[in-house]
């Protein structure tokens, strides 16, 4: 059973960064893909990014493309999410989540997802 932990979110200015991270515990990090989702008020829960295993692959949802950077680190058990030029409708709470397929191309399904955190928020001001 893994466990994940988000940080790093908090309130910044249209046009700013943040980083968040996403911390695994309680097992091995691989070989999982893992993945970043957020959820906005009312609405759907979205993909935003996500990485395979061995950190070759990645996979962005159109509206973060260029923006947002996935990472990740193995020997920290930590995947990051690293986003710039952030807009109003960037604001939701950012989720990680793993997949027990970690190769080949990450999904942007969160069907696919085996083992979620509990989100940290993002908000972003005009």
């Known amino acids: 059973q893994v466990q994940l932990e988000e940080s790093g979110g908090g309130l910044v200015q249209a046009g700013g960064s943040l980083r968040l991270s996403c911390t695994a515990s309680?097992?091995?990090?691989?070989?999982?893909?893992m993945g970043w989702f957020r959820q906005a008020p009312g609405k759907e829960r979205e993909f935003v990014a996500a990485?395979?295993?061995?950190?070759?692959?990645?996979n962005y949802a159109n509206s973060v493309k260029g923006r947002f950077t996935i990472s990740r680190v193995n020997a920290k058990n930590t995947v990051y999410l690293q986003m710039s030029s952030l807009k109003p409708e960037d604001t939701a709470v950012y989720y990680c989540?793993?997949?027990?397929?970690?190769?080949?191309?990450?999904?942007?399904?969160?069907?696919?997802?085996?083992?979620w955190g509990q989100g940290t928020q993002v908000t972003v001001s005009s």
């Open positions: 990485i395979s295993w061995s950190g070759d692959n990645t």
């Open positions: 309680g097992g091995s990090f691989r070989p999982y893909a």
């Open positions: 989540a793993a997949d027990r397929r970690g190769w080949g191309t990450p999904s942007s399904s969160d069907h696919d997802y085996d083992y």
